[in-house]
């Protein structure tokens, strides 16, 4: 298990060269990227904050559970904080495990977990000022389909 909090870009495909050459045995890997996006067009930059130990706490603890409730090969979890341009990548996760079903499904409950309970705090900033990201139902209803055993 690998969690990296960075400021500094990263690329999806190295690392996800790099997390498929260490595994042994796993029949499946699944990877996602999330972007930062700028829907209408107006976004500056973002900015992530987080306290440190803290957060590292919190992801280390999500991938610790991912890890046995589906008794993963390896998992790798990248998030970035500080400023971020519309584009760059913001965050990764990667599962690897046996089978394919249990690599996407714990790669869908880190990411509904990086998205509605990860302690980050994201800022947008555009021409007109700037404004924190406020929490969304949609995330929340997401992350609690994990409440029940896989």
């Known amino acids: 298990m690998e969690i990296r909090l960075q400021q500094a870009p990263f690329l999806p495909?190295?690392?996800?060269?790099a997390f498929t050459a260490r595994l042994g045995g796993a029949g499946a890997v699944v990877s996602f990227t999330g972007?930062?996006?700028d829907e209408a067009g107006t976004l500056g930059?973002?900015?992530?904050e987080h306290y440190p130990g803290m957060t590292e706490r919190a992801l280390e603890q999500i991938g610790r559970e991912a890890m046995a409730r589906?008794?993963?090969a390896d998992l790798l979890i990248v998030h970035r904080h500080g400023r971020l341009a519309p584009g760059e990548p913001i965050m990764m996760v990667a599962t690897a495990s046996s089978h394919r079903a249990a690599a996407f499904e714990s790669a869908e409950f880190l990411?509904?977990?990086l998205k509605?309970?990860?302690p980050f705090w994201k800022k947008e900033i555009g021409a007109d000022g700037a404004?924190?990201?406020?929490a969304k139902d949609a995330d929340e209803?997401?992350?609690g389909r994990w409440s029940s055993e896989p």
């Open 13 to 17: 495909g190295a690392l996800l060269d």
């Open 35 to 37: 972007i930062v996006r």
């Open 45 to 48: 930059a973002m900015e992530i």
């Open 70 to 72: 589906w008794t993963l």
């Open 111 to 113: 990411m509904d977990y």
């Open 116 to 118: 509605s309970r990860a």
């Open 131 to 134: 404004a924190w990201v406020a």
């Open 141 to 143: 209803d997401a992350l």
